[in-house]
Nanobody, 122 residues
Framework: QVQLVESGGGLVQAGGSLRLSCAAS????????MGWYRQAPGKQRELVAA???????KYADSVKGRFTISRDNAKNTVYLQMNSLKPEDTAVYYC????????????????WGQGTQVTVSS
């Protein structure tokens, strides 16, 4: 059974930094793209940043220059370094990964973490 476990959220003042981590575990054959999404109260979930297995990245315009996504393929882990945080970054952050389980006949599917709260105070 595959699962994603996130850590690193919390409360920080505007201008501060946080680092989120998300580790995939279980019977995994391969991991394709990994990414971070966020959902603020009353808003739709949105893509924050994504990274391919080869290391190509993309970012939401609102976080470019402030957030950096990276991954450690040996550890099946993706990170999100968040600097110069703003109150509008406050949201629940979710890890996402396209994973093929190590099961006969399994196909690639989307997996989600449980979410971690990030709160930025002004």
């Amino acid at each position: 059974q595959v699962q994603l476990v996130e850590s690193g959220g919390g409360l920080v003042q505007a201008g501060g930094s946080l680092r989120l981590s998300c580790a995939a575990s279980g019977s995994i054959f391969s991991i394709n793209a990994m990414g971070w999404y966020r959902q603020a109260p009353g808003k739709q979930r949105e893509l924050v940043a994504a990274i391919t297995s080869g290391g190509s990245t993309k970012y939401a315009d609102s976080v470019k220059g402030r957030f950096t996504i990276s991954r450690d393929n040996a550890k099946n882990t993706v990170y999100l370094q968040m600097n110069s945080l703003k109150p509008e970054d406050t949201a629940v952050y979710y890890c996402n990964a396209r994973i093929t389980p190590r099961l006969v006949g399994a196909s690639e599917s989307d997996y989600w973490g449980q979410g971690t709260q990030v709160t930025v105070s002004s």
